[in-house]
Each structure stands twice: as C-alpha cells, then as structure tokens.
C-alpha cells in the first residue's frame, strides 16, 4: 500500500510541473521573448521563419531559394527566388517590410512565374543597415541581384519606396527592363499631401493595421536611431518624373482610392502618356499588398499577361 501511494503521489506531481521533455522545448520560447523585450533581438535558427524562411511559406507554397549578392558598399542584400519557367518578375518591399510583405499576394500570382523579392539594406537579412542609401544605389544594388541570375529581360515591381526603386530601374536598365509596376510608389514625396491629404491607412481594418505595425517592428528593432532616421529620408530626395516622362517601358501604376474622389495624374505626377496605366482598387489605401492582395495580384498578371502577348506579336511579325 506504501508503495502504490507513492506512486500515486509521483504521478500527481508530474502532471502538475510536465515531462522533463515539455519543460526543455519550453524554455528557449522564455528566452527568446526575453531577448526581444531587452530591445536586443537574438539572431533567429537558421531555417526558422524569424531567419527568412519557414512559418509564412509552410502555408503559402513551397519555401524559395535563398540567396545574396555584395552591395556596393560591402554589405549584403538579400533575395528570395521561386525558379519557374515564365516570365521573370523582381519585387521589392516596402519601408520596414521584409520578403513576407508579399505573402498573401504570391499566393495569386501566375504561379508560373519566374519570382525573386529583394529585401532592401536593413530590412530582413540585408544587413548590415546603410546610412547612406538612396534610391539611385539600391536601384544599382538590385541590378546585382538580375545580373547574378542573367537575366536578360524581366518585370520589376514594388510597393512604396521598393515601387519608386522599380521606377528608377526604367532609367538605369531601360533594355532590360520589359515592364514597371509601381504600387503605390510616390513619384514624388508631395502627392502624399497633394493628392491623398496625407491618408495612409484609414481603410485598414483593426487587424490589418496591427499586422502592419507588427511587421514594421521587426525592422526597426534590428536598427538604431541614426539608421531609422537615415532610411526615413531617402524617399523624400527622389524625383521619378523625369523618368516616366521619358521611358519608353510599359508602367503599371497601382493606386487605392481611400474611399474619396480620385486625384488627377497631374496632382498624382503621373504623366498622361500611352505607355503608362493607372489602376486604382477602390476602398483601399496604401497597404496594399496586405489590404488587397488579391486585387493586386490580379492587375499584375492581366499586365504582364498582356505585356507577353505584345512581345510575342512583335517577335512574329519581325
């Protein structure tokens, strides 16, 4: 009798505290949340979704190839490839936004396209941060990134600040580049205010928004004050008129409305010129890729669909 409640005892205590094996896979979670709560973000398992790959792709594909190139300055920038054998289309995210940025979009894209997305220097596993980043140089450093693949003619798209580094790869590369799409890249810093009175997110739902937030944390924790406010500037010293006045490359602009009257493409600066389309998605701002991905995705492909089939009509007819 002895014996039995002993044994009864022991078995009470070990459902109260777990098996030694619950305790052991609980405690790096502790860690791990320790270390991001001390503001010192612990370098993630490779492999891991915090470390690029993993947690989003489980659930939206097969997971892509790795890879990077030097930047001009020495540093690394990073990019993601899903190879498949039609057309080859480059995106890059927005301020704060890593690779995953375009999850929910990927999902409705051709799946047979031929896809990379460039993290931009500080975001994701382009490290280490630049103070001295410009659209013009992170242009040149994605251009590292189509040359490392050889790729001869290719899509270049992007949302905010990755739409206007798309932009000025219509000048830097205009034999290359067989398309732009720009979603909702400012041409200039003034059509924030000009054109849009300064609503960013207004049609973003509660979850949204914390989703956007989310995400740009995990940016920001990895960089200091002086690399925060070094990125913050670059958009406002960059002028894409001039470009879209004069390239000869089809461009896709992507716009949400805000629920308002739509703004004209002299307050947007965006010339009237055949080469250049405005889409806008109604009852949507500018998170577009997170409030809207399926629409994105959707004006992407009629795009470069159509973009294809003019190539193919020219090829013939030569």
Not at 10 to 33: F, M, N, W, Y
Not at 48 to 53: A, E, H, K, L, R
Not at 61 to 77: C, F, I, K, M, Y
Request: glycine residues 8%; aromatic residues 6%; hydrophobic residues 35%.
């Amino acid at each position: 009798m002895k014996t039995l409640r002993l044994l009864a005892a022991a078995a009470i205590v070990l459902c109260l505290i777990g098996s030694p094996r619950t305790l052991a896979t609980e405690k790096p979670k502790v860690q791990l949340q320790t270390g991001i709560l001390g503001g010192v973000a612990p370098t993630p398992p490779e492999g891991s979704w915090q470390d690029g790959v993993g947690r989003a792709d489980m659930t939206s594909g097969p997971a892509p190839e790795r890879s990077h190139v030097l930047r001009q300055d020495g540093g690394r920038l990073a990019y993601y490839h899903w190879p498949k054998r039609g057309p080859s289309l480059l995106l890059i995210p927005g301020s704060w936004n890593e690779y995953r940025q375009f999850d929910a979009m990927r999902r409705h894209l051709d799946p047979d396209l031929n896809l990379v997305i460039v993290e931009l220097p500080g975001h994701g596993r382009s490290r280490p941060p630049t103070l001295e980043g410009s659209i013009e140089s992170f242009a040149e450093d994605v251009l590292r990134v189509a040359d490392a693949l050889d790729w001869k003619s290719w899509y270049v798209g992007g949302h905010s600040i990755g739409g206007m580094v798309a932009i000025e790869l219509a000048r830097r590369r205009p034999e290359g580049i067989a398309g732009v799409i720009s979603i909702e890249g400012w041409t200039h810093h003034r059509v924030q205010s000009d054109a849009f009175s300064d609503h960013m997110y207004d049609t973003l739902s509660q979850t949204q928004e914390k989703q956007r937030q989310q995400a740009g944390s995990r940016t920001k924790l990895r960089l200091n004050q002086e690399q925060e406010a070094a990125f913050v500037g670059i958009w406002t010293r960059w002028d894409g008129q001039p470009i879209l006045r004069t390239t000869s490359a089809a461009v896709l602009e992507i716009w949400g409305d805000r629920n308002q009257k739509r703004p004209s493409r002299q307050t947007m600066r965006i010339p009237d010129r055949d080469n250049i389309q405005l889409h806008w998605i109604a009852a949507a701002s500018h998170s577009l890729p997170l409030e809207k991905p399926k629409e994105v995705a959707a004006a992407i492909n009629q795009f470069i669909h159509i973009r294809e089939r003019v190539e193919h009509e020219q090829m013939k007819s030569r």
